[in-house]
C-alpha cells in the first residue's frame, strides 16, 4: 500500500520541518532519516562522514530507507542525496508519494549558513557555488518525485496546505 508521504529535497529546503508539521496535521508518524541514522550508528551525521567517509554513511542511509519504507501511514523526510541511490527511490516510491521540495540557492545558502552540521557544505568556503553544482547535479534525481512545490516564498503552513489540498488528504 502506498501511503507513506515521503519529502526529497536539498538541505535547507524545509523537509524536517515541514515534515513534522505535516505529520502532526494528519495524525501519522514521523521519521527524519537523517535522525534515525544518527541513532541507529550512535553518533551524529558530521562524525560518520569524518570517521568513516561518505560512502559508508550511504550504506548506513540505504539500510534505513529499507526500514521505513516497510512501514505504513508516516511521513518520512529524507536526506538531501537520499534520492542518488536508485534502489531507494524505488523503496521510496513503492511504499508512497514522494514530494519534492524546491528552494532558490541563495535562500538554501542563508538557511544553512551555521558550519558544523552540513559535512558537504562545511569544508567549502564557495558554499554558494557549492550550492548551486549539488543543485545542479541532483537536478535529475529530484525529478523523479510525483509532486514538486517551492519553498522559497511560502510559510511552512502554506506548503502544508498546498499538499493536503493537492493530494486530498
Known sequence: MKDNLILIGFMGTGKTSLGKLLANRLGRGFVDLDQKIERDAGMSILKIF??????YF????????????????????????????AENVRLLKNSGVIICLTTEPEEIFRRTERRGERPLLDKND??????????????????QADYTID????SPLQIMNDICEHFKI
Open 50 to 55: 569524518e570517521l568513516h567517509g561518505e560512502k
Open 58 to 85: 550511504r550504506e548506513l542511509e540505504k539500510k534505513a530507507v529499507r526500514e521505513v519504507s516497510e512501514r505504513k501511514n508516516l511521513v518520512i523526510a529524507t536526506g538531501g542525496g537520499t534520492v542518488k541511490d
Open 126 to 143: 564557495q558554499r554558494l557555488e557549492t550550492i548551486k553544482k549539488l543543485l545542479a547535479e541532483r537536478e535529475i534525481f529530484y525529478s
Open 151 to 154: 519553498t522559497t516564498n511560502w
